[in-house]
Structure formats: structure tokens, C-alpha cells
């Protein structure tokens, strides 16, 4: 059996090396991935404020909700730390035409170059699975709060401790002595 390869926690590795091992921009276009790409607009949908609301999509990938939300109007502003990522949100980000859909900005999620009370909305659908102690966590959703207005709608997304034990049975990498470490280093 192959070694699952590019599993974030296996080793010590950023998340920008992380997303030059892994394809992200197929993720959500397959399998599970394009269920949650799915569920994540249909919830968008309803509690987003009405366009033209300016929302920011930190950790933001290769652009897929940034650029369907520019679509239906909204003014985006993708923030991701991986530059193989911003390259690829970019090109999507011009693929329609000259003037570009949404607007990148590679940047930490810890330290964000934004002013203050920028955002009507804010997606966070990656960044805190990949922080994984608790103080960096809270630094990020700090920083996250002082660039959301004070209404503001921030939308959170976490994987449960339990999701590589799922992953590890479903897929059988609960066989692999590497990843049954992950597992058990999550289940803690």
C-alpha cells in the first residue's frame, strides 16, 4: 500500500508547502469535495449579506468562491498564504476577461494587511484546520475579527479531531504505521 502523501501533520511542513504537494483546485470539484463545495454556496446563499457587500475570502485557495461570489456581485478580496495558490486564484481571477473578478492578496491569516472593519463578511473555510494550537488559532480569529465590521458576518470552518480516523478507515490509510500516528495524535 502507497503512503498517503502530502497529509498536513505527517511532518513539520507550512501550508504553502503543503499546497505545492496537494491539489487543491481539484479538491473541490470531486468526490466529497465538490458536496462541500456545493453545501458551502447554498449556506453562503443565506446568510451572506446582499450584494455589493465586500467580502473576503481568507485562505481562500484557488479562488472557487471567491470567483463564484464576484458572479453574483460581491466585491472579494482572496487572502492566502500559499503563492502557488494566489498564482492560481489570479489566472481565475482573470480568466473572463481584463478587469479581474476579485482581487488577491497573499498574506498570513495571523497578520493580515487590511484596515480595520473592512469586511461585511469574511469566509474562513481553511485556515483554522490548519493551525492547530490553540493560541495560534486564537491569534488568527482575532486578527480575523479587527478586518470584520462590527455587524459582520464571519463563516468558520473546522474538520473534526475525528475526521483522519474516518479518512484513515474509509480510505485505508489506517493500515499505514505513519498515518495510524496521525490518528492517534488527533484523537488526544
Known amino acids: 500500500m502507497r503512503r498517503p502523501r502530502g497529509k498536513p501533520g505527517r511532518s513539520r511542513i507550512s501550508v504553502g508547502e503543503f499546497y505545492t504537494i496537494f491539489d487543491e483546485d481539484r479538491r473541490l470539484f470531486t468526490g466529497l469535495g465538490r458536496l462541500e463545495f456545493e453545501h458551502g454556496k447554498s449556506l453562503l446563499g443565506r446568510f451572506l449579506p446582499p450584494p455589493p457587500a465586500t467580502v473576503l475570502d481568507v485562505g481562500g485557495g484557488t479562488g472557487r468562491y471567491s470567483s463564484w461570489l464576484a458572479g453574483l456581485g460581491y466585491d472579494v478580496l482572496l487572502v492566502e498564504p500559499s503563492a502557488k495558490l494566489i498564482t492560481e486564484a489570479e489566472r481565475s481571477a482573470t480568466r473572463r476577461g481584463a478587469n479581474p473578478l476579485f482581487l488577491c492578496l497573499q498574506a498570513d491569516t495571523r497578520s493580515l494587511d487590511i484596515p480595520d472593519g473592512r469586511a461585511d463578511a469574511i469566509l ?30 464571519l463563516v468558520c470552518a473546522a474538520i473534526s479531531r475525528f475526521a483522519s480516523a474516518v479518512e484513515g478507515l474509509s480510505r485505508e490509510f489506517i493500515k499505514d504505521p505513519v498515518f495510524a500516528k496521525i490518528v492517534d495524535r488527533d484523537l488526544a
Do not use: C, D, N, S
Request: zero cysteines; hydrophobic letters at 45%.
Open 124 to 153: 474562513l473555510f481553511g485556515p483554522v484546520y490548519h493551525l492547530t494550537e490553540k493560541r495560534v488559532r486564537l491569534r488568527a480569529l482575532a486578527e480575523v475579527r479587527r478586518v470584520l465590521k462590527g455587524r459582520g458576518l
